[in-house]
């Protein structure tokens, strides 16, 4: 029930090309989404996060799914490029509950020219 | 400088040996954290201390340790390392009231 799946594994896409992750969960408490970005020999960073209270967020080129009734989320990169390239993990957390963030698996982005 | 510092970034050793990661940030937050990154398994935690004299059990905290010797310094410790401990470690902090994790650049471990 604590578990956050991910797909896919990996992902390669195309210059200006639309980048689509998913990601789904079991427990019904979770009401904070973030997704991290993480590049080769860097730490995760924060990208973008949602609350179930929106179907909804855009920031620039990525936008935030959220579904609650499947209890899934997707995170879309517009225009990618190559500068997107990174790993992408999706993660759920009960938001006053910091020792309880579940992350997935990662997804690898390859943005080509 | 790093709001969060790992060292060492690369470590080598062999089976048995007793191994400290240590990490230090200047962000002023109470909330530290260990985290372990295999692929395919995401980020799992290991301890994670709320301050200086509280420290809390992780999701895989078998054959790890920590210590938490001031506000801004939080180690994790192998006593007696194991080959299926080698792994990407981090270090993270977070501020109460925002659920935002800060990354430090990992240490990598390898256990022969």
């Known amino acids: 029930q604590q578990q956050v799946k991910q797909s896919p594994q990996s992902l390669i896409v195309q210059k200006g090309g639309i980048s689509i992750i998913n990601c789904a969960y079991e427990n019904t408490a979770f009401d904070y989404f973030p997704w991290y970005q993480q590049f080769p020999g860097k730490g995760p960073a924060l990208l973008i996060a949602?609350?179930?209270?929106?179907s909804e967020k855009k920031e620039g080129r990525f936008t935030i799914s959220f579904n609650k009734s499947a209890k899934q989320f997707s995170l879309h990169i517009m225009d990618s490029q190559p500068g997107d390239s990174a790993t992408y993990f999706c993660?759920?957390?009960?938001?006053?509950?910091?020792?309880?963030?579940?992350f997935g698996p990662g997804t690898s982005l390859s943005v080509i020219p | 400088d790093a709001d969060v510092t790992q060292t060492p970034r690369n470590r080598i050793t062999k089976t048995g040996k007793r191994i400290m990661l240590e990490c230090s940030q200047t962000?002023?937050?109470?909330?530290m954290y260990w985290y372990r990154q295999d692929p395919g398994l995401g980020l799992r935690l290991i301890y994670y201390s709320f301050d200086v004299k509280d420290i809390n059990k992780g999701e895989i905290s078998d054959g790890y340790s920590v210590s938490r010797q001031a506000q801004a310094k939080f180690s994790l410790s192998l006593e007696s390392a194991i080959p299926n401990q080698t792994a990407l470690y981090f270090c993270a902090t977070s501020e109460p009231g925002a659920n935002v994790l800060t990354f430090g650049a990992g240490s990598r471990l390898t256990v022969l």
């Open positions: 962000k002023g937050h109470d909330r």
């Open positions: 949602i609350r179930p209270d929106v």
């Open positions: 993660a759920a957390s009960v938001e006053t509950s910091y020792d309880k963030v579940i």
